[in-house]
């Protein structure tokens, strides 16, 4: 897993445009779906008493919402950027799914994607209210690298359960495996807590013994709590200020403003705690299986 990054800005923005947004495919946009949409069509089938088929014209037609959601991928190394965050349109999927109809036993939606890629994911989940099936990506249609025409949005899950270039939504109760599932990364990819200093950068050299380090932290719609900041080699932590964040599900921007005492090499290191389950933890420094949440560390020279 190997997502490609765009780091053009030493402190992301708030909304990541889209041509720095990571990417992260096994195979690279479909060939089907290179000369447009005209032939795309989106199935609702399986157990359900009300199976649908529509067509790109028709889930435009369709009444949408905008959501702002963060995107991390569950293979993104402690600080890494394989994370974005984004404001994305389309219909929610709780509505597609309640229009279908589904069988009252029924547990699982089977999602498949044009490029062969395909998951599973908890009806449970699915009716998150939260979870979009997405047409627009900051006010544009997705760009095929995105997932045009249409790509899934699951707050709180990693990227993994994040389909691009969906064509089938199968309502069924069995779970099989999907695609990254069967190379042992985790079948529920529940999105675990990070935190990432941005500024300064590792090893950078800073002129003045006053400075605002900044960085962002994230944990998917369970909220950041709050965000610690320790610049004497963890011995002592201190809060950091938090900026409000621009939905339940992204991720947030803290800031710290401190003086280093004494000149030389000095620690700096993060950590944040979500609103549930209390603060993060270093123990899973490897994103495989299940992504990581180890403490992001960086040295600086203070001159
Ligand atoms: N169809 C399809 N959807 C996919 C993938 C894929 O390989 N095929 N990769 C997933 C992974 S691992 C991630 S992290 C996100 C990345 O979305 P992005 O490329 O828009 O940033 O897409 C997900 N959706
Ligand atoms: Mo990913």
Redesign the pocket.
Known sequence: ?V?RVFKTRRLPLPITPVEE???????GPPKSLRQGADRWQLTVKGKVDHPLTLNYRQILARPSVKRIIT?N???NPVGGR?I?NAEWQGIPLKDLIDEADPHFFSNTLIIR???G?FESIPLRKARHPGALLATKMNGQPLTL???YPL?LLIPGL???K????IKEIEVANHRPKG??HKKGWSKQAKVKIISRIDLPENNEVLRSRQTVIRGIAFAGDRGIQYVQVSIDGEKTWALADLEKPLSPYTWVFWKFPCTFHKPGRTRIAVRAADQYSGLQQDDLRDPFPSGTSGIHRIEVMVS
Not at 21 to 27: A, G, K, P, R
Not at 162 to 165: D, L
């Open positions: 897993m997502p947004f990571y990417i992260e495919d096994y195979s995107l991928c569950i293979g394989a974005g994607a044009e490029d890629y690298n995105h997932g790509r990693y990227g993994i994040q389909m691009k270039w695609y990254w």
